[in-house]
């Protein structure tokens, strides 16, 4: 299977040279030639299986140039060695009225472990598919977890070095501590005075200065992301949506070949878009619910067609979510329309005006998929309460932004298909925010103590993960503006 750029720029390569490159030279991400497709019998056939022979099978369907063996290794790599907390890797908790599909049990407690545990070890059997004798440094922009799940899981690999940007002040003190508490040889991380859309932007413009990557390549040294613009971040958790089907249907709460929903939290479109990729393939799916929080521009594209960036930007208790450049719906334009001139004149419009307009007809086209809603932060905090005093559950605040969100979509529409919701983070991550909706007193709590506060009401242990940042030293003290960027990676690349 070759992959080539949304933007259309002629160049096809293998996956193994996609996931190095991460990103197009023209700016565009990598998309498959071709979707693969799977019958009831491969759906029914990983029932039985364990996650990592799951993700194995789908993950080949992708990565035709690696060998069975190549893949098994680095699934296995991945998710073994006592990494994950649940054997089941992402274990769907069924309730009678729907299901959530837990993405949290891994070593940073967020669903970009579930990805980002996996691209460390794709890239690195790339390199050596490759024959690559340059360094790879990985660059990322973070609002909160792909940063740490990134850190940990590219931390001392050969041939590797990654760097992080993180908005100051826009992310949780629990995600800060993650990442400032990283240890590895290879690893550094800098926090950017502005919001995510900010670092995001910056990185970017680093990906496209072709001087810089020349500049860089004279001293031995390649660009690559770490973020869903990497095809190699983004086809793993493709594999999640056909491992919580598979699981209902073996619990019996759907029959097989029975159409479900998802409901995703999401501001990257990442998440989503790898459900989207899961129906394409021909996993029973009929409608794929984007649920936002106050930052809502892919409410309102997904409603109206055009996505318009120029709006306030707010900090919300729902902080990996805050933001306004959704990068992977470049990916979906280019599937739904199949037109690189189309994607790359949008593109274009939204680095000049902040916004552009995709028109009625490919607007219903999109539609017939998805569907969208926000709920600002009083509502996602009074869910959490309703479904602790409910089920006895705790949910963190992006997941229940997806349940608020899932249940306005149920009441609007009478839907009655069995709905999951995609669990993207522990509680413990953002336990100051959980605490308040559950009524307790939080006043003059630092991090741990809330930790604490919070496992005396959760039946899911404090992950240790979390809980070991009490001693870990602070190592890492860089911040610069978003126009020093360059010179802090070319500073750590020259380490």
């Known amino acids: 299977m070759k992959y080539s750029s949304t933007r259309g720029n002629g160049v096809k390569l293998d996956?193994?040279?996609a996931i190095i490159q991460g990103l197009a030279t023209d700016g565009g991400l990598f998309v498959p030639d071709s979707l693969p497709k799977v019958d009831a019998s491969f759906i029914a056939a990983l029932q039985e299986l364990t996650y990592e022979e799951r993700d194995a099978k789908v993950l080949?369907?992708?990565?035709?140039?690696y060998t069975e063996e190549e893949v098994k290794g680095c699934v296995t790599r991945a998710y073994g060695n006592g990494k994950f907390d649940d054997a089941m890797r992402a274990p769907v908790k069924i309730f009678d009225d729907m299901g959530v599909l837990e993405l949290w049990h891994g070593p940073t407690s967020a669903f970009k472990d579930m990805a980002l545990q996996l691209l460390p070890?794709?890239?690195?059997?790339?390199?050596?598919?490759?024959?690559?004798?340059?360094e790879v440094l990985i660059l990322v922009a973070t609002s909160g977890d792909t940063g740490k799940a990134a850190l940990e899981g590219f931390r001392d690999v050969d041939q590797i070095k990654i760097m992080v940007f993180y908005p100051e002040g826009g992310v949780s003190r629990i995600q800060q501590l993650q990442m400032l508490t990283q240890e590895g040889s290879n690893v550094n991380v800098t926090a950017?005075?502005?919001?995510f859309d900010d670092a995001q932007s910056g990185v970017k413009a680093i990906f496209g200065d072709k001087s810089f990557a020349e500049e860089l390549g004279a001293k031995g040294v390649k660009l690559s992301s770490a973020n869903s613009i990497n095809w190699g971040r983004?086809?793993?958790?493709i594999v999640y949506y056909f491992s919580a089907y598979a699981d209902l249907v073996k619990a019996g709460k759907i029959q097989a070949g029975e159409e479900i929903n998802f409901t995703v939290p999401t501001g990257n479109f990442g998440d989503i878009l790898a459900g989207f990729y899961a129906k394409c393939m021909g996993l029973p799916v009929h409608k794929l619910i984007c649920a936002s929080n106050a930052n809502n521009v892919l409410t309102d594209f997904l409603r109206t067609g055009v996505y318009d960036r120029n709006r306030d930007f707010y900090k919300t208790i729902t902080p990996s979510m805050d933001i306004l450049i959704s990068s992977n719906l470049e990916r979906l334009l280019f599937h739904m329309t199949e037109d690189t001139a189309k994607?790359?004149?949008?593109?274009?419009?939204?680095?000049?005006?902040?916004?552009?307009?995709?028109g009625q007809e490919l607007l219903q086209k999109i539609q017939q998929t998805f569907w969208a809603d926000w709920t600002?932060?009083?509502?996602?905090?009074?869910?959490?309460?309703r479904v602790f005093a409910d089920k006895?559950?705790?949910p963190d605040t992006h997941t229940a932004v997806a349940w608020k969100v899932a249940e306005n979509y149920q009441q609007a529409t009478k839907d009655g298909h069995y709905m999951v919701i995609a669990s993207t983070a522990s509680p413990y991550k953002f336990n100051g925010s959980v605490l308040e909706a559950l009524g307790a007193e939080t006043a003059g709590l630092d991090e741990f103590a809330m930790l604490d506060k919070l496992q005396e009401l959760n039946d899911d242990p404090t992950p240790q993960g979390l809980a070991s940042l009490r001693t870990k030293p602070l190592l890492h003290k860089d911040v610069c503006a978003v126009t020093a960027m360059k010179q802090a990676v070319l500073d750590f690349a020259a380490k």
Do not use: C
């Not at 080949?60 to 140039?65: A, I, N, W």
């Not at 070890?121 to 340059?134: N, R, V």
């Open 192 to 195: 950017v005075r502005g919001n």
């Open 343 to 358: 994607v790359a004149g949008w593109m274009k419009d939204l680095v000049a005006t902040g916004r552009y307009e995709v």
């Open 392 to 394: 006895h559950y705790v």
């Open 15 to 17: 996956s193994a040279q």
């Open 234 to 237: 983004l086809v793993p958790q």
């Open 121 to 134: 070890q794709l890239m690195s059997t790339a390199l050596k598919k490759t024959g690559e004798k340059d």
């Open 376 to 385: 600002g932060d009083d509502d996602t905090k009074e869910l959490i309460g």
């Open 60 to 65: 080949g369907l992708f990565l035709t140039d």
